[in-house]
């Protein structure tokens, strides 16, 4: 079964920092990747997401990730962080080809952003 | 277009009380997953729903919690009898099919509190 660990439970960073959020998964075959976003009393949000293609993915509100396959990683960067970014980000996984796939998050990482 | 909803947001209740979580998922996604994220975790799959049939319940408490998506559209959860330990956010999605492949969209959750 497909895990994803990631590195980071809290980060603590001052605007215009840059960020670099870990995350790697364990699963041998193709996988979709994603990084969701939860800010303060709102619900998850899908950043940027992985399937197929140029392994640097661009998302929304500056945020990108590079899905590296021989690392099992995809990390999530961010060259300035603003106070707004405050959040707790999410990696996930899903697995193709084993029947239904499923979301599999990992543990996520709460990002402060200090003004 | 409209997203997932769901109610309540918020419910408190007694250890040995029942509670039930209520779903609408986006028009036409056929498949729709339960997640309990319980505090400084991540998401963790309870159910996943492939129109009216159940495709995943491998990590569902079947000795205290059920679903049903009777008519393949909005879904129930229930707990019965609630433990402390079910204190927890509830988090409904939907996908338009079971490869996620258009992406998950999530509701905002019910925040269950049990005393």
Known sequence: ?115 | EAGVAQSPRYKIIEKRQSVAFWCNPISGHATLYWYQQILGQGPKLLIQFQNNGVVDDSQLPKDRFSAERLKGVDSTLKIQPAKLEDSAVYLCASSLDWTGEDGYTFGSGTRLTVV
């Open chain 1, 1 to 115: 079964a497909q895990s994803v660990s990631q590195h980071n439970h809290h980060v603590i960073l001052s605007e215009a920092a840059s960020l670099e959020l870990g995350c790697n998964y364990s699963y041998g075959g193709t996988v979709n990747l994603f990084w969701y976003v939860q800010y303060p009393g709102q619900h998850l949000q899908l950043l940027l997401k992985y399937f197929s293609g140029d392994p640097l993915v661009k998302g929304i509100k500056g945020f990108e990730a590079e899905f590296i396959k021989s690392k099992f990683s995809f990390n999530l960067r961010k060259p300035s962080v603003q106070w707004s970014d405050t959040a707790e980000y999410f990696c996930a996984v899903n697995a193709q080809n084993t029947g239904f796939q499923k979301l599999v998050f990992g543990t996520g990482t709460r990002l402060l952003v200090s003004p």
